[in-house]
């Protein structure tokens, strides 16, 4: 159930090295900094866009996916560049929906969530993140008819619950007025306590 823009308008070109979402270059230095021990999580990676940068920065990212083809080619043009950054890349093969979540309680340092909206997910986030970790949460555009599987106005803020600390929050209304449909981009850190 990955979310993709179908709308072309919405869709951008890729490059041998795919440009990471905006959000991720925003706050991928603080997401590298909250625990250099433990791996971040890009959920959904596709092309690795987002992990790559974060990657960039000396962290380990794991790259979740139901199909790692995208991946593996940008890696494999990593490889013969000799980019140092393809070894902190390694992948799982995972349908996010239909598979148990891979990760103990407190045994990741970040997730990256671009462009897949899930909502039973939040819940493993919230226990495999280590205090102090953060969520990068961001839906897909509202391109076309994709407002209707968008969450409604808030939701994601009560999904996050008492358990982060919101840092940056931003929504934006798509489709109909009466649907209450928004696009949402969320960087929390998991209380400590």
Known sequence: MELRPKNKRCSKPTSVLPEPSALVRRFATKLASSNPTLPIVDVACGSGRNAIAVAQLGCTVICLDINLVSLEAVLEQLRRSHLIVAERLPSLQIDLVAAVWPFGPSTIAGVINVHFYYPPLFENFERSLCPGGYLLFETVPGCGGNYVQLPKSNEI?????????????????????????????????????
């Open 157 to 193: 803020k009560a999904a996050l619950g008492p358990t982060f600390d919101i840092e940056f929050y931003r929504e934006r209304p798509v489709g109909p007025t009466d649907f209450g449909a928004v696009t949402a981009q969320v960087f929390a850190r998991k209380k400590k306590t």
